[in-house]
């Protein structure tokens, strides 16, 4: 299966989980609470974008009066950075090929309602999450179509 298909495979299951399957789910605040006690949270998010490029990266967020903030650059590394291998094969995730996400504190502004704001230089979005599993896999479709997965590590 070649990875055109495996993502859009993946972005149709995490569209329609995140439009039909919200049974027994407790608001997005109450599953937060324990990620919002003014200790630093160490993350990993993951943006689908329309054109199928996905983004990830993997930092710290801080905690800011009632928020999580980045407090750094977020290095973000992308599937259509790709490296060619000794032996031909294409690597998408390039390491040697990420890219700064923010140059300013509250680049990514994260509430415990589930709101999310992100104003980085590869994109910039809002979305309000789907908070699952005590929080700590929160995840929806942004204002302009980003599939968004934020999972505290």
């Not at 609470?33 to 160490?42: D, L, S, T, V, Y």
């Not at 509430?111 to 999450?129: C, H, I, K, M």
């Not at 995840?139 to 179509?145: L, P, V």
Request: charged share 10%; glycine share 8%.
């Amino acid at each position: 299966m070649n990875f055109n298909k495996l993502l859009i495979i993946l972005s149709t299951i995490f569209f329609l989980t995140s439009t039909f399957i919200k049974i027994g789910e407790a608001s997005c605040s109450d599953q937060l609470a324990g990620h919002f006690n003014q200790n630093n949270q160490n993350v990993q998010l993951t943006v689908v974008r329309p054109q199928g490029d996905v983004v990830y990266i993997s930092n710290t967020l801080y905690y800011y009066t009632g928020f999580l903030t980045n407090g750094n650059s977020f290095p973000a590394v992308f599937s259509s950075k790709t490296r060619t291998t000794a032996s031909g094969r294409v690597q998408p995730f390039d390491i040697d090929q990420q890219e700064t996400s923010f140059y300013d504190r509250s680049g990514i502004v994260f509430r415990q309602d589930g709101s999310l704001t992100v104003r980085a230089l590869w994109g910039n979005f809002n979305a309000n999450l789907t908070c699952v599993n005590s929080g700590s896999l929160n995840y929806g479709i942004a204002d302009n179509g980003y599939l968004v997965s934020l999972q505290f590590k």
